[in-house]
């Protein structure tokens, strides 16, 4: 019960970011600009694109678990609207072993973080930076870093938004997972933002037996 | 009559939905897209652009830090634009012409190049207006004792002459000093102190820090508290004088 509330939590946290003026508007001010500068087919492809992530975000399927292939379609999704709109400014990159692919995870653990590290990384370099995801798993852990680039000087750890990310994702993969699971921010390589999560490996078959 | 525009946005499609909109009208012409506050601040020197697009949320400074920092004359007319509704009040602040949201509305497009016509078409013919008043004031208002004759002065758009003659008071406002003729108020710019400097000394006296009369258009004197005075002109209107300026009064009236 208590896990239900918190992926209905993150599905609220998701779609409140989506529905921000920061991302929604600033997002139908790139399509109107495609469609008066007549470039319809990118115009039409960013509408299905914000559509497919708004209604994923909207979908109440019964699982709150899906795989990571799942939960990183959906991430991408958003990241290649935010691409649209920064131009060559946001650089992603992605590194996902194929046994990272297939594990569980909960339902919008990814998106949020994602989001943080381009609202408060990428979106205040004035050169544009890169996100990069990697998953792995170790020793019978699944492992994700998402790691960003930041403006010089500027660390987002104490933003609000950053801040309020995070104790949500933990508390939900604490409830999950106890204490095998965790999450935890560093700075230290290359001066990166770097945001690692930790938890027990599980499958779709494993759970089912 | 060409309106220079530079468009500052960090995104750049945002940038191409303002650029291609303009490109609508003949008269927009676009000198400059910049990315950053930072670009910006270099560019505008440069360019001297007419009209400013700028994007409030940028990373580095944002469009409003920007226009807080911008000497008044290369920032008249200011566009933000923004996905937020809660910083029409700081633009409101810097004077901004106009605050348009994101996605831009093109019925709002419309109406904001309209406003920012207008108000160029006002800067432009105040700037006329000071260039011709300039002319005129220069080649026309004293004579070869460095006494001014006429002031030209400005009714609307038109521009006539008040003969010094004519002239009942003078009142400093400032940078500005208003002549009182039969009942009207023209503004000349020229601060009180500086005209004074140019009218016969024999014609005109100061009673006041901010009062000059026509000596001929006095009609009377009366002594009030203070060692002060109250002067009343042909026309009724009554002033007062200062102790300070009362024996030069007293002298010219001798």
């Known amino acids: ?209 | 009559m060409n309106i220079r525009v530079l468009v500052v946005d960090d995104e750049p499609l945002a940038r191409v939905g303002i650029t291609t909109r303009l490109s609508a009208y003949s008269d927009m012409l676009v000198v400059g897209e910049c990315s950053t506050g930072e670009e910006a601040r270099a560019k505008i020197p440069q360019v001297s652009p007419d009209l400013i697009f700028v994007d409030v949320e940028m990373p580095g400074i944002s469009g409003l830090d920007l226009l807080r920092e911008l000497p008044r004359e290369q920032a008249r007319c200011i566009v933000f634009l923004t996905a937020h509704e809660e910083y029409a009040v700081d633009a409101f602040n810097v004077e901004a012409l106009d605050y348009l949201l994101k996605p831009i509305d093109d019925e709002r497009f419309a109406a904001c190049i309209e406003r920012a016509r207008r108000m160029l078409a006002l800067h432009r013919q105040e700037a006329n207006f000071e260039r011709l008043y300039g002319l005129l004031a220069f080649a026309d208002k004293e004579d070869n004792r460095g006494v001014i004759k006429r002031f030209p002065v400005r009714r609307g758009n038109e521009f006539t002459f008040v003969q010094v003659g004519d002239v009942d008071w003078i009142e400093g406002l400032g940078d500005y000093a208003g002549l009182h003729v039969g009942g009207r108020t023209h503004l000349v710019r020229e601060p009180l102190t500086s005209l004074e400097a140019r009218l016969d000394p024999a014609q005109f006296v100061r009673i006041h820090r901010s009062t000059i009369v026509q000596v001929e258009h006095i009609a009377r004197i009366d002594p009030s508290a203070n060692r002060d005075a109250v002067l009343t002109l042909r026309d009724g209107k009554t002033l007062r004088v200062s102790r300070t300026y009362r024996s030069r009064l007293d002298e010219l009236l001798r």
């Open chain 1, 1 to 209: 019960m208590a896990s239900e509330a918190t992926a209905r939590e993150a599905q609220l946290q998701a779609l409140r970011y989506q529905l921000q003026p920061h991302f929604l508007f600033n997002t139908l001010n790139a399509i109107s600009s495609l469609v008066v500068s007549k470039q319809p087919e990118r115009a039409t492809e960013m509408i299905a694109k914000l559509a497919a992530l708004l209604r994923n975000t909207l979908s109440f399927p019964e699982a709150h678990l899906v795989t990571f292939r799942e939960e990183l379609a959906v991430t991408e999704e958003y990241l290649s609207i935010e691409q649209v709109r920064f131009g060559p400014r946001l650089a992603v990159s992605l590194s996902v072993s194929p046994e990272a692919s297939e594990a569980q995870v909960p339902r919008f653990l990814l998106q949020p973080i994602v989001e943080n590290s381009i609202r408060h990384g990428i979106a205040r370099c004035p050169n544009g930076g890169e996100v990069s995801i990697t998953a792995s798993v170790i020793e019978g852990k699944l492992r994700i870093d998402i790691a960003n680039d930041h403006a010089e000087g500027l660390m987002h750890s104490g933003d609000e938004g950053n801040g309020l990310g995070l104790a949500n994702t933990r508390t939900r993969l604490e409830k999950l997972y106890g204490e095998q699971g965790s999450v935890t921010v560093s700075t230290a390589q290359n001066n990166r933002f770097l945001v690692s999560i930790q938890f027990p490996l599980t499958t779709a078959s494993s759970i089912v037996s």
